[in-house]
C-alpha cells in the first residue's frame, strides 16, 4: 500500500531528526578523524622514503663491493704482467705489457674514485635517513595523541551512535528510494545538513526565509511534497506559534 504524502512526510522528518543527533556527535569530535588520516597519510609516506633511501645504500653499498672486486682482479692481472714483464722477448711485447699495466692502474685509481664517491653519498643518505627517523618517530607520537584522542571521544558516543545508525535504517526503508536520493542531494548541498524543515514563526527552517500564508495553509494540508522557493528544503509541516507559546507557558508554570 502506497505511503501518503503525511505518512512520506513523518518518515522524513523522523530520518531528518535522526541524522541531526548524528551530526551532534560528528561535530564534537570536529577535525579529529581527518587529522588522524592526514597523519596515517604522512607517516606512509615517510616509510616510503625511508624504504628508498635505505634501498639507495644498499644499492651504493653493491657498487662499492663490485668495485673492490674490480680491484682485486686488476692487481692479480698487474701480478701477472709483472711477471710476464720479466720474461719478454723484444720491446714490442715490453711495450704491450706496459700499456696492459698502465690500464689495470687506471682501472684501480677509477674504481677508487668511484668507492669514494659512493661512501660520500652514503654518508650524506645516512644523515637524511637519520632525519627522516626522527621525523616519523615525532609524527608517530602525535597520530598516538591523535588516536587516543579521538578514541575517548568515540568512546563516550558509541553505543549512542550504535543505535542511531540502527535507527537510521529502519527509517530508510520507510523512504522509496527516488525520495531518499532527493533527501541525500538536499542534505548534501545544505551546511547545517537540513533537508526537511518545519516553517518556524512564518520562516523556513532552514534558510529563514518568510513563507507566504497562503505557502503555508497548503504545507499544512501535507496533500503534496512542497519545497521552499529560496533553498530547495523539503517542508514537514508548519509550527505554529500558538502551540509553542502554550508550551511555554506550561513550562514557566511548571
Known amino acids: 500500500m502506497e505511503s501518503t504524502v503525511a505518512q512520506k512526510l513523518e518518515a522524513l522528518l523522523n530520518l531528518q531528526k535522526i541524522d541531526s543527533r548524528l551530526d551532534a556527535i560528528f561535530k564534537v569530535r570536529g577535525a579529529l578523524p581527518e587529522e588522524v588520516q592526514d597523519l596515517e597519510d604522512e607517516i606512509a609516506g615517510y616509510e616510503t622514503r625511508l624504504e628508498k633511501f635505505n634501498q639507495d645504500i644498499q644499492n651504493l653499498e653493491d657498487d662499492i663491493k663490485r668495485f673492490k672486486e674490480n680491484i682485486k682482479e686488476s692487481e692479480k692481472l698487474i701480478k701477472k704482467y709483472q711477471e710476464q714483464q720479466m720474461n719478454v722477448r723484444n720491446n714490442r711485447e715490453y711495450d704491450a705489457i706496459t700499456k696492459e699495466l698502465e690500464l689495470q692502474d687506471l682501472e684501480i685509481q677509477v674504481s677508487k674514485k668511484k ?60 523512504i522509496e528510494d527516488r525520495l531518499y536520493k532527493s533527501y541525500t542531494k538536499i542534505r548534501s548541498n545544505a551546511k547545517n545538513g537540513l533537508a526537511v524543515v518545519m516553517v518556524k514563526r512564518g520562516a523556513c527552517g532552514g534558510c529563514f526565509n518568510v513563507v507566504p500564508p497562503q505557502r503555508q495553509a497548503d504545507i499544512r494540508e501535507k496533500k503534496k511534497l512542497i519545497v521552499c522557493e529560496h533553498c530547495g528544503r523539503i517542508f514537514a509541516g508548519v509550527e505554529d506559534e500558538i502551540e509553542e507559546d502554550s508550551t511555554k507557558k506550561k513550562r514557566s508554570r511548571a
Do not use: F, M, P, Y
Open 115 to 174: 668507492i669514494g664517491e659512493a661512501q660520500a653519498k652514503i654518508e650524506i643518505k645516512n644523515k637524511d635517513v637519520e632525519e627522516l627517523r626522527e621525523q616519523l618517530k615525532e609524527r608517530q607520537k602525535d597520530l598516538a595523541n591523535k588516536q587516543d584522542e579521538l578514541k575517548t571521544i568515540v568512546s563516550e558516543s558509541e553505543n549512542e551512535e550504535s543505535k542511531l545508525e540502527a535507527d537510521r535504517e529502519k527509517a530508510i526503508k520507510k
